[in-house]
């Protein structure tokens, strides 16, 4: 189950977010906000709001727990550009772009490991004639080896 929250029209580049957002990429959501809390940058205070606003909306919309919420997905996207300009020499006028982002947070619960994989090992285990890879799975010239034939 994805639990997914954004905030938008935040007022710092999407560049310097990336920044930021790549410390928490794949990171539980408990350990994402405690780095957060002692990341230097601008950016980490709107980044872990919208972190906090996915975690509350799985808890509170879908009665999963916080301590096995996951980022499985964030990123920051560009939003509109403020277009300002400057006055400069002889009545010219330079252009100011005041950038915008749109951050994204998909948050997943933790899965336990599928209990259908555990079951193959174990039968690998009680019988170690039977192997897991079939026939077909092995390429023409391993199969050439194991018949003894040569073309």
Not at 79 to 97: C, D, N, S, V
């Amino acid at each position: 189950m994805k639990v997914v929250a954004t905030a938008k029209y935040i007022r710092i580049s999407p560049r310097k977010m990336r920044l930021v957002v790549d410390l928490v990429r794949g990171k539980k959501a408990e350990d994402a906000l405690a780095i957060l809390k002692f990341t230097s940058k601008g950016a980490a205070k709107p980044i872990a709001k919208a972190i906090k606003s996915a975690v509350a909306n799985a808890e509170h919309n879908f009665n999963l727990r916080k301590k096995d919420l996951v980022i499985s997905e964030i990123r920051a996207d560009e939003g509109p550009t403020l277009k300002r300009f400057q006055p400069r020499a002889r009545g010219m006028a330079y252009e100011i772009k005041k950038r915008t982002s749109h951050i994204t947070v998909a948050l997943e619960s933790e899965k336990p490991k599928s209990e259908g994989n555990l079951a193959k090992a174990k039968i690998a285990r009680a019988n170690p004639s039977t192997s897991l890879a079939s026939s077909s799975d092995l390429s023409e010239a391993e199969e050439k080896e194991k018949n003894g034939t040569e073309s």
